[in-house]
């Protein structure tokens, strides 16, 4: 017999896949091609670029920290890639370069929130304003196209490998590696002491701003990733792309049983929640739900996580 | 309390999915058809009603255009019996793809798009192409991919209609300004191309400057202008931002004669022309542009020909 902690930790941790059988059922039955091989590889792509940035989100929310500038990171990283191959930069030097300046850019949310003692939520909202205008100066309001040909960076949105599409693979991969790093490393059970007692963790001898300023370098990384695949996607930077991307992340780590407060969660989760999010909108179109009533069910859907969340943490 | 709390959440989340299924008429139907079966033309099965499924992806429906826009689209759609699945991209690009990604996963016959952004639109309406679902784009172009048709405004007419309005009330010869919208913008293009096709002969422009569709700017533009071309009697503003922002700087300096005509018929330039303040502002017909969409996309399902693009009239809103 399971004790009543035991229960509850057992519902955190199958509380999302519950969530996302029951979705995908009821979509299901309600439209029967939902399930189709075509479908489902098509939902996989569209779910990538939120799930990357939500991968990215998990680690700050796991400190107890939160990232607000993601989506204006991933405008910025993709404008910069852009800009520098329509200007005949080497594909590949210019993805580098995109995915250098986004790890940068999360680099300095880190410095200013463990040096500079602001709470994440004021920082990174600052910087969410600072990043977005930097990329409409640098853009000036408009979209970058011309990109060139490049068969390498059209793969990475529009490409298929072995039947997969190439952004699902490249989210596939990434979760894999960014379990190995929570799960069996130091810096990945420090991300969690960080989170879980600060001062605790900085007493035993663990440089807390040092975790802090590699996970939103980190994130800063992952959302330049997505800045760079979304604009492979769409074959030009958007300079407004990725806006309220920030909150679709964040529900896709809340979704995915990780506690706001830090020092409890795990990333298969938030993997779960972004498919959830991402079935959602796919479900939701597919059964021709007006987008003003999806809004709807989407935020209630988020609800209802968060209020089981606080049931079972109570 | 809680626990109650959440079995509501739950009844009301379950209720939306279940209202939702009664909205989808037929969806789970003919999804399941072959998606790279739907070369219409070679649906040669001649009966006139066939049942066709037309996607309709638009850009956003926080705009009132839009909304009138899909209107016309829905009514049309209703009128021919053809069935419509209306997606909306609020404004993103990406989701934009996404939408139109799913509308193929529903093997609709054709798709109509209304893009956000000429270059980010291009992978889907190539996706699209991979499918096999012909794409008719609609206010808005794409900049690549294979398109049956465009539908939009024709600007070129419109720019001629302010161009004939300013003859009118000046007469031959007057000395006009133009204020420009975003420089390359198609819009400011090909309104810029009709407004010269009449006042190269007919009127006399003497300073063309950009006010990037924004009030304020066209305030300081306008304000510009006057100071190096105190003696010009009227104006063509590219929208009506620009027109009610000349307007202001007109009124301020005393020039309250000066005719304005702008470009859009906004509600606030509308009441301008009522209160006799712009001279007159064209208007884009969204419902006819999105009853024009269906109408294509039958005549196309139905193997007429279609030309590559349809102007639709626009309408001078006048004293």
Request: hydrophobic share 50%.
């Amino acid at each position: 017999m399971l004790s009543s902690k035991q229960m509850k930790s057992l519902l955190a941790t199958i509380g999302p896949f519950i969530g996302l059988f029951l979705i995908v059922t009821v979509i299901t039955i309600l439209n029967p091609s939902f399930l189709s091989l075509s479908n489902v590889l098509n939902v996989l792509r569209q779910v990538s670029i939120n799930a990357l940035i939500a991968f990215g989100m998990t680690f700050v929310i796991l400190t107890g920290g939160i990232d607000l500038s993601v989506g204006a990171i991933l405008a910025f990283s993709g404008a910069v890639t852009a800009t520098l191959m329509a200007a005949g930069v080497d594909p590949i030097l210019a993805m580098m370069v995109g995915l250098l300046v986004g790890a940068i850019l999360g680099a300095i949310n880190g410095l200013i929130i463990s040096k500079g003692k602001v709470a994440p939520f004021i920082a990174t909202l600052a910087t969410m304003t600072i990043y977005r205008g930097l990329t409409l100066v640098f853009t000036d309001g408009r979209p970058v196209s011309g990109l060139g040909e490049s068969t390498l960076f059209e793969m990475l949105g529009r490409g298929y490998f072995f039947g997969i599409p190439v952004p699902a693979v490249t989210m596939l991969m990434s979760f894999l590696v960014l379990y190995l790093i929570l799960k069996k490393t130091t810096f990945g059970r420090r991300v969690y002491a960080v989170g879980g007692n600060e001062e605790a963790a900085i007493l035993s001898g663990i440089k807390a701003d040092r975790i802090k300023i590699y996970v939103y370098s980190l994130t800063g990384f992952l959302s330049a990733l997505a800045g760079i695949i979304l604009t492979s996607r769409l074959n030009s930077a958007q300079p407004t792309a990725g806006t309220m991307y920030e909150l679709d992340a964040i529900a896709a780590v809340v979704l995915g049983g990780t506690s706001l407060t830090g020092g409890r969660g795990w990333i298969v989760g938030t993997l779960i929640g972004a498919l959830i999010i991402g079935v959602l909108n796919n479900g939701l179109n597919l059964l021709g739900v007006s987008s003003f009533f999806q809004q709807v069910v989407k935020g209630s859907v988020i609800l209802l996580a968060v209020l089981l969340d606080r049931k079972k943490t109570a | 309390m809680k626990k109650v709390l959440v079995w509501v959440m739950f009844a009301v989340v379950g209720m939306f999915l279940l209202a939702c299924s009664t909205e989808a008429p037929g969806s789970g139907g003919n999804a399941n058809e072959d998606t790279d079966n739907t070369s219409n033309n070679a649906a040669g099965n001649d009966s006139g009603d066939a049942d066709y499924t037309v996607g309709f992806s638009i850009s956003t429906l926080n705009n009132p255009f839009f909304v009138t826009l899909q209107e016309g689209a829905e009514a049309k759609a209703e009128e021919l019996g053809i069935e419509i699945i209306m997606v909306d991209a609020q404004d993103d690009d990406a989701k934009q793809v996404n939408d139109v990604e799913d509308l193929i996963q529903q093997g609709v016959d054709v798709i109509l798009i209304n893009p956000t952004d000429s270059s980010s639109v291009v992978t889907a309406v190539s996706s699209a192409n991979d499918a096999g679902i012909p794409v008719i784009t609609v206010d808005r172009g794409a900049d690549g991919g294979d398109v049956v048709s465009h539908i939009a405004s024709d600007n070129v007419a419109g720019g001629e209609m302010a161009g004939d309005l300013l003859v009118e009330l000046l007469g031959e010869g007057a000395e006009v300004a133009e204020i420009e919208g975003i420089p390359g913008s198609s819009a400011a293009r090909e309104r810029g191309e009709g407004f010269n096709n009449i006042a190269t002969d007919a009127l006399s422009v003497v300073s063309s400057q950009t006010a990037n569709f924004n009030r304020a700017e066209g305030l300081n533009v306008m304000e510009n202008i006057l100071q190096s071309n105190p003696d010009i009697v009227g104006v063509f503003a590219h929208n009506d931002e620009m027109a009610l922002g000349a307007l202001e700087a007109a009124e301020a300096s005393g020039m309250d004669e000066l005719v304005i005509v702008g470009f859009d018929a906004t509600d606030d330039a509308v009441a301008a022309v009522e209160a006799g303040r712009l001279a007159g502002t064209v208007a884009q017909q969204p419902t006819l542009i999105g009853e024009q969409a269906l109408e294509t996309a039958l005549a196309f399902l139905q193997d007429e020909d279609v030309e590559d693009f349809i102007p639709v009239e626009l309408e001078l809103v006048r004293e």
